[in-house]
């Protein structure tokens, strides 16, 4: 068992690091579940599609609380505590899921599923926090690489396991894996006590707000961010519409295994992190940026030809993975001690870009098919370039007139 932790006080093993890569991924996937099911779990359980769709608006909404309830509290706990105790919760609403008896038990399930399957962010800093500083790129890019393959895989894998034994198979095998894996997070993870044990929950939450006004480049890398994971929700969501009908009239089956092609996106998120590792962060951020908007210029052309919409899946994925990690890398520099919330701040603004993309690509869709998705992908991608320039010449002049280091404000909260 010593063999997956760390090997030195600021490095990880190998093998606790795909443990935690892997315990990302699960933890995300069971918020995906659902979405390829939605047509079997109303028919069975007699409810009807507007009703099941709300399966998927309780999993975003359960998840984005627990961005901003129950993550800053790996700055206040000892967080090996924190993470199992979530994993475990997931493990029991996932339960909870695969027996419901109606609709009504199924979607307050989902919620807290999603509500404590945030825990996969406690594991992310977790993660940089107990790696070398010269390694945090790669460390972050790894650990971010098993959360977005459980997201894009999620869905594969839940339309395989209801083939073989119905929809709750699904829910049944979920539950089983985050209790393992809630198991072995309590073996392997080392013991991390919180720096902020002198605040109340309230005053954790104000400190976590109040890292927007403290850190510019926070406010700048959210937004970068969100914009990202919004033009990669743009993709996604739109995708299924393009490819059920001519040319393509792909089966639910044939659009799920699409899946695998953007996991090969996810896959380069370690060489972004290795890259920003060497002091590249900004050439990766800015790369990421440009690769957005021009990753729509071949999708436009994948309207009619499978070639250029795997290309064009392929670049975004990438792009995206190197703006996120590249961003993760910069903003969890600023405030070691208050990691979880610079990650609560961080994660929220991300996930919001991710539902608001959703939404405005249906609505596009509905009105301008296709071309109007790319237009839309397109100019949220160009303004992730905007605000990448604009990052770094706002930075160059802070730099140019503070040559010495400014004091940091205070996060803690006295009194509390």
Not at 13 to 33: E, I, P
Not at 121 to 139: I, S
Not at 262 to 280: E, H, M, Q, S, Y
Not at 286 to 293: D, E, K, R, S, Y
Request: aromatic content about 6%.
């Amino acid at each position: 068992m010593t063999a997956m932790r760390p090997q030195t006080a600021g490095g990880l093993s190998r093998g606790l690091l795909l443990l935690m890569s892997v315990a990302t991924g699960l933890a995300v996937a069971g918020n995906y579940f659902a979405q390829p099911l939605l047509d079997l779990i109303g028919r069975e359980l007699g409810i009807g599609p507007s009703a099941a769709a709300l399966l998927v608006t309780a999993a975003q909404a359960g998840y984005a609380l627990g961005l901003i309830l129950l993550v800053p509290l790996g700055d206040l706990i000892e967080r090996r505590r924190l993470a199992v105790s979530l994993y475990a919760a997931t493990a029991v609403f996932l339960l909870v899921s695969a027996a419901a008896p109606n609709g009504t038990v199924l979607l307050v399930s989902t919620a807290l599923t999603a509500l404590t399957s945030v825990g996969a962010q406690v594991v992310v800093p977790f993660a940089a926090t107990l790696a070398d500083p010269a390694e945090r790129g790669k460390v972050v890019g790894t650990v971010m690489t098993g959360l977005m393959l459980g997201l894009l895989l999620a869905r594969t894998a839940s339309g395989a396991l209801s083939e073989l034994g119905g929809w709750r198979t699904v829910y049944w095998v979920g539950a089983v894996l985050m209790a393992l894996m809630a198991v072995l997070l309590r073996a392997f993870l080392p013991r991390l006590g919180g720096d902020g044990a002198r605040q109340s929950y309230l005053g954790l939450l104000r400190s976590t707000v109040a890292m927007f006004r403290l850190e510019p480049v926070l406010r700048w890398r959210a937004g970068i961010a969100a914009l990202s994971l919004a033009t990669f929700s743009v993709l996604w969501t739109s995708l299924t519409f393009l490819l059920v009908e001519a040319p393509y009239a792909w089966s639910e089956s044939a659009i799920g295994l699409f899946g695998l092609v953007g996991a090969v996106g996810a896959l380069t998120a370690t060489v972004a992190g290795r890259l920003a590792d060497r002091g590249f962060v900004q050439i990766v951020s800015g790369a990421g940026t440009v690769l957005l908007v021009t990753s729509w210029a071949a999708m436009a052309a994948g309207a009619s030809s499978l070639v250029f919409l795997l290309i064009g899946v392929v670049v975004l994925d990438l792009a995206h993975q190197a703006v996120l990690n590249s961003s993760q890398n910069v903003v969890y520099a600023l405030r070691p001690e208050a990691r979880n919330r610079i990650n609560s701040a961080f994660m929220t603004c991300l996930f919001v870009g991710g539902a608001v993309g959703s939404a405005l690509a249906s609505a596009v869709w509905v009105d301008s098919g296709w071309t109007g998705v790319c237009v839309l992908g397109a100019t949220l991608s160009a303004g992730t370039v905007v605000l990448w320039v604009l990052e770094r010449v706002t930075v160059s002049r802070a730099a140019g007139k503070h040559s010495p280091a400014p004091v940091r404000t205070p996060v803690t909260t006295k009194g509390e």
